[in-house]
Structure formats: C-alpha cells, structure tokens
C-alpha cells in the first residue's frame, strides 16, 4: 500500500512548487514534510507569499488573529522553516526553499528537535534516487549557487564578489553550522572523513538562524580561519550566487557535496564555474597525478603522457593550484565570463522568468480567484515564443527587474537590505 498524505501536505507541496527551483512530489518528499511540519502548520504554510510577508499580511491569509498566527509563524521560524528578519519596527518573514534552506537547517540543528538519520535518508532518497528535485534545482539556467575561486592562487584580476574573504570582510552578522551536505552521508554510510562544522551563513538570515539557536555566531576573524583550514585542506567554496548581501558559503568535498555531485550526475550541463579555469604547464608539470586526485568534479585526466584540464568541466576553483608541487598549474580568467545577479531578489525573479513562473511571484496571493486568473493570463503569456524571446533578452529582463524594485512587491526586500548596507 501506498504512503497515506493528508490534503495539507499535498496543498503545502503545491505552494513549494510554484517556486522557481520547483520541489517534485513524491513519497519521500511527503515523509519528508510530515517530520518538519505539523498537519496544521502545513496547511497554513500552504497559503504563504512567496516574497516577504507581515504578521498582518499571515493574519489575512490565515483568517486569524494576530496572537494565533505568530504562535504559528514562530513555531516555524524555530524550526528553520520561516527566515524572520526585523528592522527598527519592521518584522518580516519569508518561507526559506527547501535548499538552500530549511533541508540544510533541519541537519544543521544540534538540539535534537528532528531525527537527522531518518532525514538523511529521505533527503538522499528525494534528492539522489528520486532524481526529481535536482534536475529542477540544479538545472536552473541561472543557478543558485556559484564557486568562490582560491584567490590567493589568482595573479590577474579578480573583483570582490569572486571573493570568499570578501563576503566575510563585509557581512553584518556570520554563523557556523554543520555541513548538510556531509551528514546527511555520515547517516547513510557514505562520509569522508573532511570535518562537518564548515558552513557558514551571513547577514540577515545569518541572524534569523542565530535567534533560533540554528546555527552558532561566530567572528570574522573565526570565519577567516576556518575559510584558511578549509582551503588547506583542498575544500571547493560553494555559495550564494549573488553579488551583494551574500546568504551562505559551504566548504565541499566532491564526494558528498549535493551541488558537486549533481554537477556530475547531470552531465557538467549545470553551470556553478567560476570565472576561472585551470591550465597546466606540461613542461614542468612531474605526472605526479596529485591534481587528479584532488579535483573535485573530475576535470582533470593522465592522456597522452600529458596532463589535461577540460575547460569545460572545470568550475576554476583552485584547488589543483594549491596542492601542484611543481607549479605547473596556473589559474586563469575565462574570457566568457558569467552574470552573476546583483542580489537575491533579482536572481529569484530571473530564475522565475527563466522557468516560465514569474506569474506566482507577482500574484501569489493563491486563494483569491483574481489573483488565479491573471495568474494564469500571465503563465500563458510569458510562455508564448514572441513573449518568451523577449524576457530572454538581457536588456528587456534588466528593465522588468528595476520596475519591480521600484513597486509594492519589494518593498520589505529593500527596507531590509538598506538595513544590511548599514550594517
């Protein structure tokens, strides 16, 4: 007999899926939600904005009143589920995706609320066997996440943003965590033997995970040496795919990492490169085959008698660098480099533009019937090849971006930034 599911989770799935990175359902997935939400927090959380929302605004979704629905609202939040940020008398909210996000913080969490091994299990279930949710994720033209090249192996220029020790110098609060990534294989019988407290959160959800005890605040002198430890120990950095207010930065191995492994399930067609690439000199080069060794997607192969990097492959994180004792590896700028998004709310409206979704994150109130209609005019019409070609284009996609900073949709998202400028 198939797994029995209560309509909520079925509703709660809906709502997730509107989300550009899109969550699959399947058996796995509704375990998966039956451990993180109750019955009733699914079904309220199925009615949930996917951009920032007030108490007031949950009040009016939920049809509640306002102490019932920040019971609700807090209940979640200290599961990791909600992300609640404040400013001066501003407190928001906003439904974390699943990764990054509250998948990763239900693994992070020390203090025993969920069963990780039960978790990792279904996490590997969903994600790796299932198949699913990592073509959606993980194949998004625009991805969530992106490699911070080694930059002390750089001798051309390299901009802040490539930076990992930028977005500690810069961030107005860090946390340390467990590695979601290396947990999850230590319950299934798969870890390496890499250390698991790497990953680090910054500035507003860094906040949120430190006031529900998700995740530790740590300095950036702290963040620094573990940023130094982990690069020594040929870690890749692995993080949010945006130039400013940066959310989080992993140190992955490429035998467990879930975006490294995907990279290399899915035929190297997912784009997570920096803008470098590893050369290497043959002529100094003593096939020692170290470099082989420590790549983490592969890239690198003995062909020939000669030592060769596949650009192509190659997401330039450095790592070969840093372990070639006879420094025949130089890492270069590509000459095709990628866009990376300004910020959060412009990749995610990109990422909906690219998977035809834009239409949820503009009318997302999902029990109105109006909001229904033009939201599936707007489905249709984005959709059609004219429309379709048009949003593809950089310009048009850049012009639709600012017009929507500029209107009511954003509006939390910029008081909130503004707040971490400042910071």
């Given at each position: 007999?198939?797994?029995?599911?209560?309509?909520?989770?079925?509703?709660?799935?809906?709502?997730?899926?509107?989300?550009?990175?899109?969550?699959?359902?399947?058996?796995?997935?509704?375990?998966?939600?039956?451990?993180?939400?109750?019955?009733?927090?699914?079904?309220?959380?199925?009615?949930?904005?996917?951009?920032?929302?007030?108490?007031?605004?949950?009040?009016?979704?939920?049809?509640?009143?306002?102490?019932?629905?920040?019971?609700?609202?807090?209940?979640?939040?200290?599961?990791?589920?909600?992300?609640?940020?404040?400013?001066?008398?501003?407190?928001?909210?906003?439904?974390?995706?699943?990764?990054?996000?509250?998948?990763?913080?239900?693994?992070?969490?020390?203090?025993g609320?969920?069963?990780?091994?039960?978790?990792?299990?279904?996490?590997?279930?969903?994600?790796?066997?299932?198949?699913?949710?990592?073509?959606?994720?993980?194949?998004?033209?625009?991805?969530?996440?992106?490699?911070?090249?080694?930059?002390?192996?750089?001798?051309?220029?390299?901009?802040?943003?490539?930076?990992?020790?930028?977005?500690?110098?810069?961030a107005?609060?860090?946390?340390?965590?467990?590695?979601?990534?290396?947990?999850?294989?230590?319950?299934?019988?798969?870890a390496?033997?890499?250390?698991?407290?790497?990953?680090?959160?910054?500035?507003?959800?860094?906040?949120?995970?430190?006031?529900?005890?998700?995740?530790?605040?740590?300095?950036?002198?702290?963040a620094?040496?573990?940023?130094?430890?982990?690069?020594?120990?040929?870690?890749?950095?692995?993080?949010?795919?945006?130039?400013?207010?940066?959310?989080?930065?992993?140190?992955?191995c490429?035998?467990?990492?879930?975006?490294?492994?995907?990279?290399?399930?899915?035929?190297?067609?997912?784009?997570?490169?920096s803008?470098?690439?590893?050369?290497?000199?043959?002529?100094?080069?003593?096939?020692?085959?170290?470099?082989?060794?420590?790549?983490?997607?592969?890239?690198?192969?003995?062909?020939?008698?000669?030592?060769?990097?596949?650009?192509?492959?190659?997401?330039?994180?450095?790592?070969?660098?840093?372990?070639?004792?006879?420094?025949?590896?130089k890492?270069?700028?590509?000459?095709?480099?990628?866009?990376?998004?300004?910020?959060?709310?412009?990749?995610?409206?990109?990422?909906?533009?690219?998977?035809?979704?834009?239409q949820?994150?503009?009318?997302?109130?999902?029990?109105?019937?109006?909001?229904?209609?033009?939201?599936?005019?707007?489905?249709?019409?984005?959709?059609?090849?004219?429309?379709k070609?048009?949003?593809?284009?950089?310009?048009?996609?850049?012009?639709?971006?600012?017009?929507?900073?500029?209107?009511?949709?954003?509006?939390?998202?910029?008081?909130?930034?503004?707040e971490?400028?400042?910071?």
């Amino acid at each position: 007999m198939g797994h029995i599911t209560s309509k909520s989770y079925y509703d709660l799935q809906k709502r997730l899926d509107k989300s550009a990175q899109g969550v699959p359902e399947s058996e796995s997935l509704y375990k998966i939600l039956e451990i993180l939400f109750t019955e009733k927090e699914a079904k309220y959380a199925s009615k949930l904005p996917i951009k920032f929302f007030t108490v007031k605004d949950a009040c009016k979704r939920f049809k509640l009143g306002i102490s019932e629905t920040k019971e609700i609202l807090n209940s979640l939040a200290d599961k990791g589920i909600l992300l609640d940020f404040a400013k001066g008398d501003l407190q928001a909210y906003i439904l974390a995706p699943p990764m990054a996000g509250f998948f990763e913080f239900a693994l992070m969490r020390t203090d025993g609320k969920f069963d990780r091994k039960i978790l990792s299990e279904l996490f590997y279930n969903y994600i790796t066997k299932d198949g699913f949710f990592d073509k959606g994720l993980f194949g998004l033209k625009t991805p969530s996440s992106r490699t911070y090249v080694h930059e002390d192996k750089i001798k051309s220029e390299i901009l802040d943003y490539e930076k990992a020790s930028n977005v500690i110098k810069t961030a107005s609060c860090i946390t340390l965590g467990i590695c979601y990534c290396r947990h999850k294989m230590f319950h299934i019988g798969k870890a390496c033997d890499m250390p698991q407290e790497t990953c680090m959160t910054f500035n507003n959800v860094a906040k949120s995970l430190v006031k529900h005890g998700i995740a530790k605040e740590i300095s950036k002198k702290q963040a620094m040496e573990i940023l130094d430890r982990c690069r020594k120990l040929g870690l890749v950095q692995l993080g949010d795919n945006v130039q400013e207010e940066v959310n989080w930065l992993c140190n992955c191995c490429g035998c467990c990492c879930e975006p490294l492994l995907a990279y290399k399930r899915l035929k190297y067609k997912k784009r997570i490169n920096s803008n470098f690439f590893a050369k290497v000199d043959n002529s100094n080069c003593t096939k020692c085959k170290v470099c082989i060794k420590k790549c983490p997607v592969d890239a690198i192969e003995l062909k020939n008698e000669k030592i060769w990097v596949d650009a192509d492959k190659c997401i330039g994180c450095g790592v070969c660098s840093r372990f070639c004792h006879s420094f025949s590896i130089k890492i270069l700028k590509r000459k095709k480099t990628i866009d990376v998004p300004k910020d959060s709310f412009e990749r995610f409206i990109i990422n909906a533009i690219e998977e035809g979704k834009i239409q949820n994150y503009v009318f997302d109130n999902y029990e109105l019937w109006t909001n229904e209609l033009l939201r599936h005019f707007l489905g249709v019409l984005v959709k059609l090849p004219p429309t379709k070609l048009l949003f593809a284009q950089k310009q048009l996609k850049s012009r639709f971006i600012r017009s929507l900073r500029k209107s009511k949709y954003s509006d939390i998202f910029n008081k909130l930034y503004k707040e971490g400028k400042k910071n």
